[in-house]
């Protein structure tokens, strides 16, 4: 398992998958952060085992293609409580 660091980008990204925002360009959309910064942080985050991806493919019906959808595992849950204790003022920027 990949150890992974507490940071701002990390807590954003989970506490938007963990709010049901799954996707990629959704993740970019909810907190701004580029795709340099989202997608390298998702592989990380999924080696890690704090979350799950899998393609969906009833997003391609229409002829595009297929996107990665991202869970919340449940040791992601206890990383994202940690790091919201350590970065408090992240829980308000995104909002249920």
Do not use: H
């Given at each position: ?5 507490l ?30 910064t ?8 999924e ?50």
């Open positions: 398992m990949v150890q992974m660091n940071t701002y980008a990390t807590t954003f990204i989970l506490r938007v998958i963990s709010q049901g925002r799954p996707y990629g360009f959704e993740i970019m959309d909810v907190t701004g952060l580029p795709s340099g989202v997608y390298p942080a998702l592989r990380r985050l080696a890690c085992g704090l979350i799950r991806g899998a393609w969906d493919k009833r997003t391609n019906k229409g002829g595009g293609p297929s996107r990665r959808c991202y869970q919340i595992t449940k040791p992601g849950q206890e990383f994202l409580s940690q790091t919201e204790e350590r970065f408090p003022r992240l829980v308000t920027l995104v909002k249920r």
